[in-house]
């Protein structure tokens, strides 16, 4: 790891190596801290759970230096100094918004509520402590602020611009008042943003300490120096992975939830040397439903860093992934640009194509060396009313997917993109009124690929209350995550009412308000993730341990993999495997597969 | 024991990675200490060396042994190495993939570089069979159970090479009868086949972590059952009459025919007892709050003792995943004395995760190491004597180590040696003392309130400036730290526990239901005790306990239920607040129910360790030069021998003290007081900075 360190070391900094390393040390074990603090004392399953927050440091300009890795939101200041210049911060300020238009994408949906706190030492500016918390219902008009139908962002809960919350100690109580009448559970949102203000002090006296001890110099010195241990990272991993040139993509999202219409990003990154481009401009408009994305124009450097740096241990996220790559282009009135006040709830769909979009760029860049697409997370929202107890229940449940296949090994089956836990079937029967007649493994959606891609699961619900309704959100059914080098993309999930009876019927996945009654059977099956390389390519006697283990069918190892099992479906037919899979190299594979393989037009078309 | 003429000897050994330690504690002659190589692949053996060793040592019959207590690694080698048994898993219909599934968690947040957080290995899908059945909420039976396809789902596994069964059925919790017949139907088709039933294992809700706490628990019992039985027949044929005991994670003694029938209480069977070392010294020296920090040669143990009483957490983790076991909280960190310094792509000087472990070890240990580690650094700032370290059985090299710290630190950075070796040494301690403020606050407990106890062979020569890092102003050194675990084993007691599922609401809850439960909690434990002998009547205590959480939160906390209160409930409601207020931050006057219901029984343990002065030859004192970080110049160090300490002496920082199991650093602004027992407690006397 000591070869040529791009940042000079010792001579011409002014603090030396070792304190700056304590320095940042104390940075990382402080905003750890904060996240233990709100983990600690938060109190809705979505922060405790889900762990659905952020918390960051930040230099006195405002520049990310040490923060969770979460790329869903930057330029968290800027917002603030519009409406409060600098030179009018003060020791004890508390700012808070969860607006994503007025902050310009330092928030992107207003369940997420921003705390930042500036820290002084000596009268002199430091920088500030920042957290944010999903919080459970900040109103709007369903329970939980999230709709799939909703049409704007008034639908969605209250709106707050940057406003300053605390003046040196004090609560504007005023700010307090408004803010918590405006949520259906507002113990809950107290006890929630208690935890986040609470953090946020923590970081700023953390910030104090450091500054105490080592002196203020020494702590910009710190700042800087992991910023441009960021950029150096970053620099080196496009230099050596990325050759120079102009390569495009465009990855889908299914629908809005509101209308039956496809969107896309698209994307076109340009290398020169030293100097990469990120252009959206060639991105879908902005949708009625609230798949919109506020993007501020870190968040796909911050992608990018992070998944070119996984292996290093220098590549943190912050602002040096900013100054690594040059201007991100994105277009007014798109999908990642939207005007206010489109609705925004469902942002992460968007956010996840922007990888996905960036994934695919790289990937014809590179020849292939880059993993495969991944599928959304999926939720429900039941909102069952039983008239004979009458008992409300609101069942929120994030179901898990499969992830696209790794240049180097499978996807993983069955996670959340965020690390949210399902509830256990144990727990829903008890506290929702349903019952939970499967779990399992969703068979052949993992995206055959010398490395499989990962699989979704299958969850059944039966409905107990006597009417209830259903809110789906559930991508990549129409345009599975894609699979990359000759891999084959995910096989797609669904949602069916009484499967296997002669009512079923068949629900469209990103929807809101449909009527369910008693009895009904809910079966809600979720998409994989991509595959990597040529499934001919996978040894047989792993094709055998999938079929085994329940990944993949007899039928898909035949047809996909080119391996045919005996009759008893427990050992590899070595000769017959043979014989398909040379006919089966015959079918040509291109670099990209969605549904079938695709042409180099077809990717950016 | 009054029926014995000549009381009798204790022994307590501890399996490490690298020696196995034993204690043996003879009455009128104090404590014999040794430690022998460690036997991988057959722990027994080093055992069994070790105890033949201390026995000829002290001129001791093996019949004299009165007491044999044990700590293994036998159980968490067996998931590290994935050297268990063969098992197969039967689950409900539909419920195939609940251990493959887990909760879909993923605890780092876009790493891209992330494996299954689920132990998929205890039974991939094709070891994992469904029967027909089904168990509702309430525990009412909605599907009876179709016994043919228990016996379908059986004999496929059998056929599959399963040697061993565990069976996870829904909400077996509430009802453990189909559980219970399914292992019928094992038992009358496979005679001596292992099965573990969910509902014995962990009677509690939330079907995946019950799941995976039983298939570990099949995985490893015919490894520790054969291993312990082993262990019983060496011990027998070598005379010992004495009854194997084995430490449990939650820091008690069992029988070894219980320990094997419940092997999944023996995860942290060695960090464990090093805890109970650690709080039975802190009880001798009047400490009831403290941190013990037990620092090898690759990680570091934090553990916090509070009100005298080891932190328990529900739910433990072996290998990285849920355990759902209750175990001592015990939090490793990857950092020791062979943590390796290297320099980052920007300049910078990071100090771990990566170890030399002991082979090659440090470079200072002359076997081909060339890394710069946290040993080298201290041999180089002169607080390791090279010629006495472990004693004087190992001689370091002291020109090796200065070489390591200035080829890959010092000259890299632009740096002088002893500059670099103190950076070093300042990451380190930094990183040590974030980790143990990380601990303490996710506990909600302020570290500062709170004596620090070092153990381990580099504990004592990190405690001043970890205590400094962290505003600690109190240092219990044990007399032996380097293997008080050992010594922990001879201080705690035999202790049995068992829980149950217990669904009802606090405020509407029929105390008399309370009890029903806990009467049959306790008979079996008292059952279990009936076979731990004699010691099983000494000091006997029971202690009943609810886990408790606001109606509709996932998460519970353990509550004392102190049955003869006047009013029980009312109490356990308010104690359970104010611990949700001192955990969690806050708490409400909202309703809480039962989760489970936990009685348990000790006995003995009289916290007692090693505490008179053994051994040690009397030594002279001298002084070294030593370097403190942030000095640019050196400073004189008393050096003393901790043999030759007397009771009542001050030591004034900086000084060192030496013994063959540790060394421990005295800094400028400590001084030390040796206490009748020999214990040295350090007190921090002034604001210094380092």
């Not at chain 1, 150096?232 to 219409?261: K, N």
Request: charged share 25%; aromatic share 6%.
């Amino acid at each position: 790891m000591s070869t040529a360190p791009p940042v000079a070391a010792g001579a011409n900094r002014p603090t030396d190596t070792v304190t700056l390393e304590l320095i940042s040390g104390a940075l990382q074990a402080a905003r750890a801290e904060m996240e233990a603090l709100i983990d600690r004392t938060s109190m809705s399953p979505f922060i405790r759970e889900k762990k659905d927050y952020f918390t960051a440091f930040l230099d006195a300009d405002g520049r990310l230096a040490v923060s969770t890795s979460l790329t869903l939101a930057g330029n968290l200041v800027e917002g603030i100094l519009e409406h409060y210049p600098r030179d009018t911060m003060r020791d004890g300020d508390l700012y808070l918004y969860n607006d994503p238009y007025a902050s310009r994408g330092g928030v992107s949906h207003l369940p997420d509520m921003v705390f930042v706190a500036p820290v002084f030492h000596g009268g002199e500016m430091l920088g500030y402590a920042e957290a944010w918390g999903h919080l459970w219902d900040v109103g709007g008009s369903v329970p939980g602020s999230i709709s799939p139908g909703a049409r704007s962002t008034f639908e969605e809960g209250i709106q707050i611009p940057p406003v300053r919350v605390m003046r040196e100690g004090v609560l504007n109580e005023e700010v307090w008042r408004i803010f918590t009448r405006n949520s259906r559970f507002p113990d809950m949102l107290s006890g929630d943003v208690k935890a986040i203000m609470a953090a946020c002090r923590l970081g700023k006296r953390r910030l104090e300490e450091v500054a105490a001890r080592f002196g203020a110099a020494a702590l910009r010195d710190a700042f800087a120096f992991v910023q441009a241990r960021s950029e150096a990272s970053l620099r080196q991993a496009l230099a050596r992975r990325v050759p120079d040139g102009s390569h495009a993509f465009r990855d889908w999202i299914d629908s809005d939830a509101v209308s039956d219409q496809s969107y896309s990003v698209h994307v076109r990154v340009t290398k020169s040397g030293d100097e990469v481009t990120l252009d959206f401009g060639a991105t879908d408009d902005q949708a009625e439903g609230p798949i919109n994305f506020v993007m501020d124009q870190s968040v796909p450097k911050y992608m990018l860093g992070l998944y070119l740096g996984m292996d290093d241990p220098q590549a943190r996220m912050n602002a040096g992934f900013e100054r690594a790559i040059g201007a991100v282009r994105t277009r007014p009135g798109s999908l990642v640009a939207p005007h206010f006040p489109a609705s925004l709830g469902l942002r992460s769909h968007t956010m996840i194509r922007v990888t996905g979009a960036l994934l695919g760029a790289l990937a014809r860049a590179t020849g292939g060396d880059a993993s495969a697409a991944s599928s959304v997370y999926v939720l429900y929202y039941l909102r069952s009313h039983d008239r004979r107890t009458g008992i409300f229940h609101l069942c929120i449940e994030g179901l898990s997917v499969g992830f696209g296949a790794r240049t180097y090994a499978d996807g993983l089956d069955a996670v959340y993109y965020v690390a949210q836990k399902n509830y256990p079937v144990e727990f829903a029967e008890m506290e929702f009124g349903v019952r939970i007649e499967a779990l399992r493994i969703h068979t052949d959606s993992g995206g055959p690929g010398r490395h499989r891609g990962g699989c979704g699961i299958v969850r059944d619900v039966r409905v107990l209350a006597d009417s209830a309704t259903l809110g789906l959100r559930l991508d990549n059914c129409r345009h599975p995550a894609f699979g990359v080098n000759g891999g084959m993309s995910g096989r797609g999930g669904r949602v069916i009412v009484n499967p296997d009876s002669p009512d079923a019927r068949t629900l469209p996945t990103m929807s809101d308000g449909h009527a369910l009654r008693e009895g009904d059977l809910l079966r809600i099956v979720t998409p994989g993730g991509g595959g990597w390389g040529s499934p001919l390519e996978r040894p047989a006697e792993v094709v055998l341990g999938d079929v085994l283990d329940g990944f993949v069918s007899v039928a898909s190892a035949r047809d996909d993999y080119g391996v045919v099992l005996d009759a008893s479906g427990t050992t590899v037919d070595h000769e017959a495997t043979s014989r398909l899979r040379a006919e089966l190299a015959k079918v040509p594979r291109t670099m990209f597969h969605r549904g079938r393989y695709l042409t180099d037009e077809e990717v950016t078309a | 024991m009054s029926e014995r003429a000549i009381p009798g000897v204790r022994i307590g050994v501890d399996v490490g990675g690298t020696f196995t330690d034993v204690v043996c504690a003879i009455p009128g002659q104090g404590h014999r200490v040794l430690k022998v190589p460690s036997t991988p692949g057959d722990s027994s053996r080093g055992v069994m060396d070790g105890v033949a060793a201390v026995l000829a040592q002290a001129e001791v019959d093996a019949a004299r042994i009165e007491r044999f207590a044990h700590g293994t690694t036998v159980a968490t080698n067996a998931v590290l190495e994935r050297k268990g048994a063969r098992i197969g898993l039967i689950t409900t219909e539909g419920f195939r993939d609940v251990l493959e599934i887990g909760r879909q968690m993923r605890s780092q947040m876009y790493n891209v570089r992330l494996d299954p957080e689920t132990p998929v290995f205890l039974a991939p899908g094709r070891m994992r069979r469904t029967v027909r059945e089904r168990i509702g909420s309430k525990g009412e039976v909605l599907v009876p159970l179709d016994e043919a396809s228990v016996v379908e789902a059986v004999d496929g596994l059998v056929a599959d090479g399963a040697q061993s069964i565990a069976v996870a059925l829904l909400f077996s919790f509430l009802d453990g009868s189909h559980e219970e017949r399914v292992r019928d139907i094992v038992r009358e088709r496979h005679p001596g086949l292992d099965v573990s039933l969910s509902c014995e294992v962990d009677p509690a809700f939330r079907e995946y972590e019950r799941t995976a706490v039983t298939a570990f628990d099949a995985y490893i019992k015919p490894v520790v059952d054969r291993y312990l039985a082993h262990l019983e027949n060496g011990l027998s044929s070598a005379g010992v009459e004495a009854p194997l005991q084995v430490m449990q994670s939650r820091g008690g003694l069992a029988n070894a025919a219980v320990a094997r029938r419940r092997p999944i209480r023996l995860f942290l069977s060695g960090p464990a007892a090093g805890v109970i070392g650690a709080q039975a010294v802190g009880a001798v020296a009047g400490v009831e709050d403290l941190i013990s920090v037990d620092i090898g040669g690759t990680s570091c143990d934090i553990a916090l003792v509070s009100g005298s009483k080891p932190l328990i957490r529900p739910e433990g983790t072996i290998d990285g995943y849920p355990v759902r076991v209750p175990m001592i909280d015990v939090n490793a960190i990857g950092s020791g004395g062979g943590s390796i310094a290297w320099i980052d792509g920007a300049g910078g000087l990071r100090v771990g995760p990566h170890s030399a472990g002991s082979d090659p070890g440090p470079a200072c240990y002359g076997r081909g190491g060339t890394a710069a580690t946290v040993t080298d650094a201290s041999i180089v700032l002169g607080y390791l004597d090279p010629a006495y370290f472990a004693g004087g059985a190992l001689a370091l090299d002291p020109e090796l180590a200065h070489r390591a710290v200035e080829r890959t630190v010092a000259d890299p950075l632009g740096m002088s040696v002893h500059a670099a070796a103190a950076g070093i040494h300042r990451v380190l301690d930094a990183q040590m003392a974030e980790g143990i403020r990380l601990v303490s606050i996710r506990q909600g407990f302020d570290p500062r309130g709170f004596a620090l106890v070092p153990l381990g062979g580099a504990g004592a020569l990190h405690a001043c400036s970890l205590a400094d890092e962290l505003g600690i102003r109190r240092i219990v050194v044990p007399r032996r730290p380097g293997v008080l675990s050992a010594g922990g084993l001879l201080a705690a007691p035999v202790e049995h526990e068992m829980s149950a599922a217990f669904a009802e609401r606090l405020d509407r809850c029929d105390l008399a239901a309370v009890r029903t439960v806990l009467d049959g909690l306790d008979r079996q434990c008292e059952a279990l005790m009936a076979e731990e002998g004699a010691m099983a009547h000494e000091d006997r205590r029971v202690e009943h306990a609810a886990d408790v959480c606001y109606v509709g939160q996932g998460y519970h906390l353990e509550i004392p239920l102190v049955l003869d209160d006047p009013d029980p409930l009312q109490r356990l409601y308010r104690d359970f607040l104010a611990a949700h207020d001192r955990v969690y931050g806050h708490a409400t006057e909202a309703p809480a129910r039962f989760v489970n219901l936990r009685s348990v029984h000790r006995a003995g343990g009289a916290g007692e360790v090693e505490l008179a002065e053994t051994g040690d030859s009397a030594a002279p004192r001298g002084s070294r030069t030593i370097w403190l970080p942030g000095r640019e110049e050196p400073v004189e160090a008393v050096v003393v021998r901790r043999g030759a300490l007397a009771a009542g002496e001050r030591l004034v920082g900086p000084a060192i003290v030496e013994q063959a199991d540790t060394t421990i650093l005295v800094r400028p602004g400590w001084v030390g007081a040796v206490s009748d027992n020999a214990l040295l407690v350090l007190e921090r006397t002034a604001e210094e900075q380092s």
